[in-house]
T-cell receptor, first 114, second 112 residues
Framework: EPEVTQTPSHQVTQMGQEVILRCVPI?????FYWYRQILGQKVEFLVS????????KSEIFDDQFSVERPDGSNFTLKIRSTKLEDSAMYFC????????????FGPGTRLTVT | KNQVEQSPQSLIILEGKNCTLQ??????????LRWYKQDTGRGPVSLTI?????NTKSNGRYTATLDADTKQSSLHITASQLSDSASYIC???????????FGAGTTVTVRA
């Protein structure tokens, strides 16, 4: 069964460094998302992406964040200058076109900022 | 601000027993309500999706109900198994809005 994959599974970085989190969505999906989950807290929406542009973003998704679909398969989240509070689990999700807007989540990347 | 509240925060049940989890939401207008299962350290996995016109949906031993008038949903787990130990998250979507609002989840622990 096709699934969303994410790399790396764990990323450790120093404060102020740039990180790129990578996702490979399910191949025929058209909608792509990033979420984050700080340890012990609820999952929070960051951004949705459709037709090569951002369709919605939350207040968390400020100028330090950007997303890109550099080719036909990858979907990336870049954090320009990481802060301690960016430490979290980051989930990518993708969804097919359809009425239910179903979303399939990847296993996540644990980002630790030191 | 749209909110999704879940109760209880956690519960422990014996293997083979049933349990019911609750979800109240204030998202309005509302498109659909989903229940996800999240194992520790993993991404959420969809169990059920219900639109405002549906009031019940089953997926194996999981049955979700929805009352759009009172803005309440429940997830019933029948004949629990050890593998049901996980966090169960209620998620609500607005119409034409790809953004999902997540509840904090109910942590279910099934003991032998």
């Amino acid at each position: 069964e096709p699934e969303v994959t994410q790399t790396p599974s764990h990323q450790v970085t120093q404060m102020g460094q740039e990180v790129i989190l990578r996702c490979v969505p399910i191949s025929n999906h058209l909608y792509f998302y990033w979420y984050r989950q700080i340890l012990g807290q609820k999952v929070e929406f960051l951004v949705s992406f459709y037709n090569n542009e951002i369709s919605e973003k939350s207040e968390i998704f400020d100028d330090q964040f950007s997303v890109e679909r550099p080719d036909g398969s990858n979907f990336t989240l870049k954090i320009r200058s990481t802060k301690l509070e960016d430490s979290a689990m980051y989930f990518c999700a993708s969804g097919p076109q359809g009425d239910t807007y179903e979303q399939y989540f990847g296993p996540g990347t644990r980002l630790t900022v030191t | 601000k749209n909110q999704v509240e879940q109760s209880p925060q956690s519960l422990i049940i014996l293997e083979g027993k049933n349990c019911t989890l609750q979800c109240n939401y204030t998202v309005s207008p509302f498109s659909n309500l989903r229940w996800y299962k999240q194992d520790t350290g993993r991404g959420p996995v969809s169990l059920t999706i219900m639109t405002f016109s549906e009031n019940t949906k089953s997926n194996g031993r999981y049955t979700a109900t929805l009352d759009a008038d009172t803005k309440q949903s429940s997830l019933h787990i029948t004949a629990s198994q050890l593998s049901d130990s996980a966090s169960y998250i209620c998620v609500v979507s607005e119409p034409n809005d790809y953004k999902l609002s997540f509840g904090a989840g109910t942590t279910v622990t099934v003991r032998a």
